[in-house]
């Protein structure tokens, strides 16, 4: 690990007159695995792209070594013979950088056709072996599946069997595990970690990861760099850098960690949430030739009982598949049909059946989503975002007065009025979401949906968009249907926990008793995978 396998010299990127990376030194030996740590906008994604050629309309200076040949003078032939051979990447969403009309062995057989020469056969053999290696069950028939048609740890692995076909110098992973749970994102890892250290011993293959997820750093990483705002603010071994960052803002990243801050339920607080033998089944074709006619079902949620008293928040936590989002889509009315019941301030909720009833319940509850920017409408402003509740559940108040309300809902979660003509697309993550907690108060709902809220944000943005839930709750003795795969989050949140697997409930009880002392064997497996050793 003495030769530098990627050295960065003095690498400076600019779009128009905004310089986004500034003057980067960074050098990664063979062999090593490296983080480069950040927020968004820190620069870390395209000092990957820009590894791999890929960043477009940019003026680029300074030197960019591969075993001391410098990539910035290649020409754009030069470089489809480097991408995938001698430097391959593994995206953060594989589902969008996977070709959904082509099967999984025919991505993988692409590189190798392109930069080995290998024969349709061959190629075929060639990814079933690297599928089988990157652990994805049955891979002789996986092979011959379309991307939609695996699950998203899946969908990861093959992408990584994809990136390690033609056996690159150097692999870059953005982002590669933020979009999974905790069980397979540690598999995910691990098994980075194991082919690494199988390519290390025979080619020497460095691995850089890009990443805002402290715990994965620290799992897998031995050296960390750290950008803020383009510049390269701290390098050092991992373990010397949590032990002892030196940077007021390495400091601040690892003091990011969502702290608990909750408030006892009042003992007279009433029941505004009940749900009684809740099951939802999901209809689907059945397989073969009568599979017009005949048609299966699918158990998604099945006698699932939970309450939640107002002031209070309900952590629902579980894997993908678990039921969590099913559970809060019934709950929300946007999951028909369903059998048991549901309650809300002891009316069922089945009875809401008339336009202004279901309005009504609509009010009282409201969502607010993972993902800000696919939810607020990129065609209306903040102004008719924020106040589109209003104008349909309160049609006597006037647009003077909804104005006057829209920028009282802004200034409430931190954000100025005169943000109200602009449009989503102009605003970072944290304050889109920021946005969308504005848009689900203006009803002045007594519930509030939260579904993963945070998962999409960096670490310093989550803990000031929990803070801002914490300080509302207590504000307006909110209660919150909290849904979840990060167990910080659900610690420093929740005042009880229910966990979730195949749509049964396993465990539930105190937040911080589950947590400390599981019961269940899935609990106990959830909180092993999102704790670093």
Same mark, same amino acid.
């Given at each position: 690990?003495?030769?530098?396998?990627?050295?960065?010299?003095h690498?400076?990127?600019?779009?128009?007159?905004?310089?986004?990376?500034?003057?980067?030194?960074?050098s990664?030996?063979?062999?090593e695995?490296?983080?480069?740590?950040?927020?968004s906008?820190s620069?870390?994604?395209?000092?990957a792209?820009?590894?791999?050629?890929?960043?477009?309309?940019?003026r680029?200076?300074?030197?960019?070594?591969?075993?001391?040949?410098?990539?910035?003078?290649?020409?754009?032939?030069?470089?489809?013979?480097?991408?995938?051979?001698?430097?391959?990447?593994?995206?953060?969403e $594989?589902?969008?950088?996977?070709?959904?009309?082509?099967?999984?062995?025919?991505?993988?057989?692409?590189?190798?056709?392109?930069?080995e020469?290998?024969?349709?056969?061959?190629?075929?053999?060639?990814?079933?072996?690297?599928?089988?290696?990157?652990?994805?069950?049955?891979?002789?028939r996986?092979?011959?599946?379309?991307?939609?048609?695996?699950?998203?740890?899946?969908r990861?692995r093959?992408?990584?069997?994809?990136?390690l076909?033609?056996?690159?110098r150097l692999l870059?992973a953005?982002?590669?595990t933020?979009a999974?749970?905790?069980?397979?994102?540690?598999?995910?890892?691990?098994?980075?970690?194991?082919?690494?250290?199988?390519?290390?011993?025979?080619?020497?293959?460095?691995?850089?990861?890009?990443?805002h997820?402290?715990?994965?750093?620290?799992?897998?990483?031995?050296?960390v760099?750290?950008?803020?705002?383009?510049?390269?603010?701290?390098?050092?071994?991992?373990?010397?850098?949590?032990a002892?960052?030196?940077?007021?803002?390495?400091?601040?990243?690892?003091?990011?960690?969502?702290?608990?801050?909750?408030?006892?339920?009042?003992?007279?607080?009433?029941?505004?949430?009940e749900?009684?033998g809740l099951?939802?089944?999901?209809?689907?074709?059945?397989?073969?030739?009568?599979?017009?006619?005949?048609?299966?079902?699918?158990?998604?949620?099945?006698?699932?009982?939970?309450?939640?008293?107002?002031?209070?928040?309900l952590g629902?936590?579980?894997?993908?598949?678990?039921?969590k989002?099913?559970l809060?889509?019934?709950i929300?009315?946007?999951?028909?049909?369903?059998?048991?019941?549901?309650?809300?301030?002891?009316q069922?909720?089945?009875?809401?059946?008339?336009?202004?009833?279901r309005?009504?319940a609509?009010?009282?509850?409201?969502?607010?989503?993972?993902? $800000?920017?696919?939810?607020?409408?990129?065609?209306?402003?903040?102004?008719?975002?924020v106040?589109?509740?209003?104008?349909?559940?309160?049609p006597?108040v006037?647009?003077?007065?909804r104005?006057q309300r829209?920028?009282?809902?802004?200034?409430?979660?931190?954000?100025?009025?005169?943000?109200?003509?602009?449009?989503?697309?102009?605003?970072?993550?944290?304050?889109?979401q920021?946005?969308?907690?504005?848009?689900?108060?203006a009803?002045e709902?007594?519930?509030?949906?939260?579904?993963? $809220?945070?998962?999409?944000l960096?670490?310093?943005?989550?803990?000031?968009?929990?803070a801002?839930?914490?300080?509302?709750?207590?504000?307006?003795?909110l209660s919150?249907?909290?849904?979840?795969?990060?167990?910080?989050?659900?610690?420093?949140m929740?005042?009880?926990?229910?966990?979730?697997?195949?749509?049964?409930?396993?465990?539930?009880?105190?937040?911080l008793?589950v947590?400390?002392?599981?019961?269940h064997?899935?609990?106990?497996?959830?909180?092993a995978?999102s704790?670093?050793?």
């Amino acid at each position: 690990m003495t030769q530098a396998l990627l050295q960065l010299d003095h690498l400076s990127i600019r779009f128009g007159d905004k310089t986004v990376v500034q003057d980067l030194n960074l050098s990664i030996a063979r062999g090593e695995r490296v983080a480069l740590v950040g927020e968004s906008g820190s620069g870390k994604s395209v000092t990957a792209l820009s590894i791999l050629g890929l960043v477009e309309d940019a003026r680029q200076s300074g030197r960019i070594l591969l075993d001391g040949d410098d990539l910035l003078r290649k020409s754009e032939q030069q470089w489809r013979g480097i991408r995938g051979r001698d430097v391959a990447m593994v995206f953060q969403e $594989p589902m969008t950088a996977l070709n959904p009309l082509f099967t999984i062995g025919k991505q993988i057989a692409e590189s190798l056709r392109l930069h080995e020469g290998m024969r349709p056969n061959a190629a075929r053999e060639r990814g079933i072996e690297l599928l089988r290696r990157t652990g994805i069950p049955e891979p002789e028939r996986r092979i011959d599946s379309f991307p939609h048609q695996l699950s998203g740890g899946q969908r990861q692995r093959a992408m990584i069997a994809m990136a390690l076909a033609c056996r690159p110098r150097l692999l870059l992973a953005d982002e590669a595990t933020t979009a999974l749970d905790v069980t397979v994102r540690q598999q995910i890892v691990d098994l980075l970690i194991e082919l690494q250290e199988q390519e290390a011993a025979d080619r020497g293959m460095a691995v850089l990861l890009i990443t805002h997820d402290l715990n994965l750093v620290k799992r897998f990483a031995q050296r960390v760099a750290v950008m803020e705002k383009g510049v390269l603010v701290e390098t050092n071994s991992t373990a010397e850098l949590f032990a002892n960052p030196q940077h007021p803002y390495t400091q601040r990243l690892l003091d990011s960690e969502p702290a608990r801050d909750v408030e006892p339920v009042a003992s007279n607080a009433r029941r505004l949430l009940e749900v009684q033998g809740l099951a939802v089944d999901y209809r689907m074709p059945s397989k073969g030739w009568k599979s017009t006619f005949t048609r299966s079902s699918f158990r998604a949620l099945k006698n699932i009982d939970i309450t939640l008293k107002r002031g209070e928040t309900l952590g629902i936590v579980g894997e993908s598949g678990s039921g969590k989002s099913t559970l809060a889509a019934t709950i929300l009315g946007l999951q028909q049909p369903a059998e048991g019941f549901i309650h809300i301030d002891g009316q069922p909720l089945s009875t809401l059946k008339s336009t202004s009833s279901r309005r009504m319940a609509s009010k009282r509850l409201q969502v607010v989503f993972q993902d $800000p920017f696919g939810s607020l409408s990129p065609r209306m402003t903040i102004e008719q975002v924020v106040g589109e509740g209003i104008a349909l559940h309160r049609p006597e108040v006037t647009p003077a007065e909804r104005r006057q309300r829209v920028a009282a809902l802004l200034e409430e979660v931190g954000m100025p009025a005169d943000v109200m003509p602009r449009y989503p697309h102009e605003f970072s993550g944290g304050q889109r979401q920021r946005i969308a907690i504005a848009r689900a108060l203006a009803v002045e709902p007594e519930l509030l949906v939260l579904d993963e $809220p945070t998962s999409a944000l960096d670490v310093s943005i989550q803990q000031q968009v929990l803070a801002l839930l914490t300080r509302l709750q207590k504000k307006y003795t909110l209660s919150y249907l909290f849904i979840t795969h990060d167990l910080a989050v659900m610690r420093a949140m929740a005042h009880r926990v229910v966990v979730m697997k195949s749509g049964e409930i396993v465990e539930s009880g105190d937040t911080l008793q589950v947590l400390q002392a599981p019961a269940h064997g899935y609990t106990q497996a959830l909180l092993a995978a999102s704790t670093v050793t």
